[in-house]
């Protein structure tokens, strides 16, 4: 493997190709459903040997809801703009008649029914065209612990994709699909857009419904979206939520001080001023949280791994063998949490909500690094981050997960290069100011 890699050679079709442009290709009869499609699929199989994104790939039930949707088209029936749109979901989701690997050789067998989600992406017009590789259990911020194997990051595949939904990240960044689904417990998705330089977007808590979907720790899980442009997210979050975010202009931006979560590295903080300066996006002031460094992601690992163990516990007691053995150790860390331990860490979310919903009294945003290093090596455990010696998942998560915590809904933009690697923009908003997001966005997207 090279250290670098042209991120040229690993692009696919959807590169230079997002939604809307699509869709309107798709009415103009400049393309096809069942073309898209095919594009897709060449794309999987020239890119997925070397990305390795997809667990599975149903090219002949995606061609057959491509043909689908171009005759419903043709005959003046629209469903909207993911109508005949290639779309990969995360295989941690129910897809009807395929097995829900969950990343792991310990699964159940092929799924009855579509998870929720699914089921009203379809109802869009969606077409489905295959599962994406994750962390197992979808217990991971790297994404290389899966019995399919490491995601790779299409801009150097010797690192990582992020985790716990890499393999939607790469999907989409590669332009193997112009839009993927996956699942947020404490950065899941705008971790891996952020590295792999895609949007990623993850909404309110409850936002989008979560049956059918694989647990992890529900109170923290979130359905997300990865797209090439905020549009394109706003689009999928419309449909699966039944929510089209209204137009809206932050007025009040804070830049939340990273360093009130843990360390971050200062070449991404410059790249990040520079380009929200670019965009014309003033910052009224710096804010933070009273907290310790590394306090927040504590509280976040007591409950995510005691529910997690709550969920898995039939796994763990039959299958542990079966099961990568740091996966297995924080399901045992929480096996092994005391009760009083547990609930202290619901205080401290209880203490970081009241915090939050004090500065977005006072804020129309919140904006931050999404991750405070850019994408380490494949297998990489240990870390430095401005002098500062890390463990990679703590460090990865630190600015993602209060917003699991808190239920807000939060999106990841990319945002510049640092060392020939992305990174992103991470903006926070109260439940109802999506628009203001995806405003956001768009504005950097045009520089």
Same mark, same amino acid.
């Given at each position: 493997?090279?250290?670098?890699?042209?991120?040229?050679?690993?692009?696919?079709?959807?590169?230079?190709?997002?939604?809307?442009?699509?869709?309107?290709?798709?009415?103009?009869?400049?393309?096809?459903?069942?073309?898209?499609?095919?594009?897709?699929?060449?794309?999987?199989?020239?890119?997925?040997?070397?990305?390795?994104?997809?667990?599975?790939?149903?090219?002949?039930?995606?061609?057959?809801?491509?043909?689908?949707?171009?005759?419903?088209?043709?005959?003046?029936?629209?469903?909207?703009?993911?109508?005949?749109?290639?779309?990969?979901?995360?295989?941690?989701?129910?897809?009807?008649?395929?097995?829900?690997?969950?990343?792991?050789?310990?699964?159940?067998?092929?799924?009855?029914?579509?998870?929720?989600?699914?089921?009203?992406?379809?109802?869009?017009?969606?077409?489905?065209?295959?599962?994406?590789?994750?962390?197992?259990?979808?217990?991971?911020?790297?994404?290389?612990?899966?019995?399919?194997?490491?995601?790779?990051?299409?801009?150097?595949?010797?690192?990582?994709?992020?985790?716990?939904?890499?393999?939607? =990240?790469?999907? #989409? +960044?590669?332009?193997?699909?112009?839009?993927?689904? /996956?699942?947020?417990?404490? %950065?899941? *998705?705008? &971790? @891996?857009?952020?590295?792999?330089?895609?949007?990623?977007?993850?909404?309110?808590?409850?936002?989008?419904?979560?049956?059918?979907?694989?647990?992890?720790?529900?109170?923290?899980?979130?359905?997300?979206?990865?797209?090439?442009?905020?549009?394109?997210?706003?689009?999928?979050?419309?449909?699966?939520?039944?929510?089209?975010?209204?137009?809206?202009?932050?007025?009040?931006?804070?830049?939340?001080?990273?360093?009130?979560?843990?360390?971050?590295?200062? =070449?991404?903080? #410059? +790249?990040?001023?520079?380009?929200?300066?670019?965009? /014309?996006?003033?910052?009224? %002031?710096? *804010?933070? &949280? @009273?907290?310790?460094?590394?306090?927040?992601?504590?509280?976040?690992?007591?409950?995510?791994?005691?529910?997690?163990?709550?969920?898995?516990?039939?796994?763990?007691?039959?299958?542990?063998?079966?099961?990568?053995?740091?996966?297995?150790?924080?399901?045992?860390?929480?096996?092994?949490?005391?009760?009083?331990?547990?609930?202290?860490?619901?205080?401290?979310?209880?203490?970081?909500?009241?915090?939050?919903?004090?500065?977005?009294?006072?804020?129309?945003?919140?904006?931050?690094?999404?991750?405070?290093?850019?994408?380490?090596?494949?297998?990489?455990?240990?870390?430095?981050?401005?002098?500062?010696?890390?463990?990679?998942?703590?460090?990865?998560?630190?600015?993602?997960?209060?917003?699991?915590?808190?239920?807000?809904?939060?999106?990841?933009?990319?945002?510049?290069?640092?060392?020939?690697?992305?990174?992103?923009?991470?903006?926070?908003?109260?439940?109802?100011?999506?628009?203001?997001?995806?405003?956001?966005?768009?504005?950097?997207?045009?520089?």
């Amino acid at each position: 493997m090279t250290e670098t890699t042209d991120s040229t050679a690993l692009a696919g079709f959807f590169r230079d190709h997002d939604v809307h442009s699509l869709a309107e290709d798709l009415r103009s009869s400049r393309t096809t459903s069942v073309e898209l499609v095919e594009h897709s699929l060449a794309a999987i199989a020239r890119l997925d040997p070397i990305l390795n994104a997809f667990t599975a790939v149903d090219a002949e039930g995606a061609l057959e809801a491509a043909r689908r949707a171009d005759d419903e088209l043709a005959r003046g029936h629209d469903r909207g703009v993911l109508h005949g749109i290639p779309v990969s979901i995360k295989d941690l989701i129910d897809v009807a008649g395929q097995v829900t690997t969950r990343g792991s050789t310990v699964h159940p067998g092929p799924a009855a029914a579509d998870a929720e989600c699914v089921r009203l992406l379809r109802r869009a017009g969606a077409v489905i065209v295959g599962k994406n590789v994750l962390h197992e259990f979808a217990f991971g911020a790297t994404g290389d612990r899966s019995a399919h194997g490491a995601s790779r990051n299409p801009w150097n595949p010797s690192r990582i994709s992020g985790g716990s939904s890499g393999g939607s =990240a790469v999907a #989409t +960044a590669a332009g193997m699909v112009p839009l993927a689904v /996956g699942t947020d417990t404490a %950065g899941s *998705v705008r &971790l @891996p857009a952020a590295l792999c330089g895609v949007l990623g977007f993850k909404p309110a808590y409850g936002a989008i419904p979560a049956r059918g979907v694989w647990p992890l720790a529900a109170s923290l899980d979130h359905v997300g979206v990865f797209a090439r442009t905020a549009a394109g997210a706003a689009a999928a979050y419309a449909a699966m939520s039944g929510r089209s975010p209204a137009p809206a202009r932050a007025q009040r931006v804070a830049w939340l001080d990273p360093a009130c979560l843990g360390p971050c590295d200062p =070449a991404i903080v #410059t +790249a990040l001023f520079q380009t929200l300066r670019d965009a /014309g996006i003033a910052l009224d %002031g710096t *804010v933070g &949280l @009273p907290f310790a460094p590394g306090e927040v992601f504590a509280a976040l690992s007591v409950l995510q791994s005691s529910e997690a163990y709550a969920d898995h516990t039939a796994e763990v007691a039959e299958h542990a063998c079966d099961i990568d053995p740091e996966v297995l150790g924080r399901l045992l860390r929480g096996r092994d949490t005391p009760a009083s331990e547990y609930v202290r860490a619901g205080r401290e979310r209880d203490r970081l909500r009241t915090a939050v919903d004090d500065l977005l009294t006072r804020y129309d945003i919140l904006a931050m690094p999404t991750a405070p290093t850019v994408a380490t090596e494949i297998d990489q455990r240990a870390h430095e981050i401005d002098g500062h010696s890390v463990e990679v998942r703590s460090a990865l998560l630190s600015l993602t997960c209060p917003w699991n915590l808190t239920g807000h809904p939060a999106l990841s933009v990319p945002a510049g290069v640092v060392s020939d690697l992305p990174v992103g923009l991470h903006l926070v908003s109260p439940p109802g100011n999506e628009g203001m997001l995806f405003d956001l966005a768009e504005r950097i997207e045009k520089l």
